[in-house]
């Protein structure tokens, strides 16, 4: 019994250590959320559990990476490890239409790639990095939105003006 004891707690030293642990995975979680809600009701295919998972995940990556003692060399090596499969999974988000400047899921891809970098932020314990990060991530989605519209239609009116005068060969 004691040697499943001892597995359950490796790399956890103390209480005090399973406390900061505890918080940094729910802060992780709750950012994640933050994002995930904002995605969801936008309507958009990563929604509240894929921002959770992905900022959950990487926080748990950092955590328990560091908590076997791995070098900040290590822990570089780790979080490069992250950017990149993170950067896979949101390359697959991506979807390049028939039209020429027609592109999909940008916005999904980097939305999750940040979700990762606030969760390496919370697993680091710089919470309120993770948290300003959040709220910047937040008023880009969310706020910038309608800027964004508006140069849409404003590209699409310009481009429809523009072909009654194009001559065919």
């Known amino acids: 019994m004691d040697y499943i004891w001892e597995a359950l707690i490796y790399g956890i030293p103390s209480g005090r250590e399973l406390t900061h642990f505890a918080v940094r995975l729910l802060a992780a979680s709750f950012f994640g959320a933050l994002i995930g809600i904002q995605r969801e009701k936008s309507g958009k295919p990563a929604g509240f559990r894929t921002h959770i998972l992905v900022c959950l995940g990487t926080a748990l990556f950092i955590l328990a990476c560091s908590s076997v003692g791995m070098t900040l060399d290590a822990l570089s090596r780790v979080i490069q ?43 680091l314990g710089s919470l309120g990095v993770a948290l300003l990060g959040t ?12 800027f964004e519209m508006r140069a849409e239609k404003s590209n699409k009116k310009q481009a429809n003006n523009g072909q009654g005068t194009e001559q065919q060969d």
């Open 81 to 123: 490890g992250i950017v990149t499969g993170i950067g896979f999974i949101g390359a697959g988000a991506i979807l390049k239409l028939n039209n020429e400047q027609d592109v999909k899921g940008l916005t999904t891809a980097a939305g999750v790639w940040m979700t990762a970098a606030i969760g390496v932020a919370a697993g």
């Open 135 to 146: 709220v910047i991530t937040l008023v880009t989605l969310a706020l910038l939105m309608p």
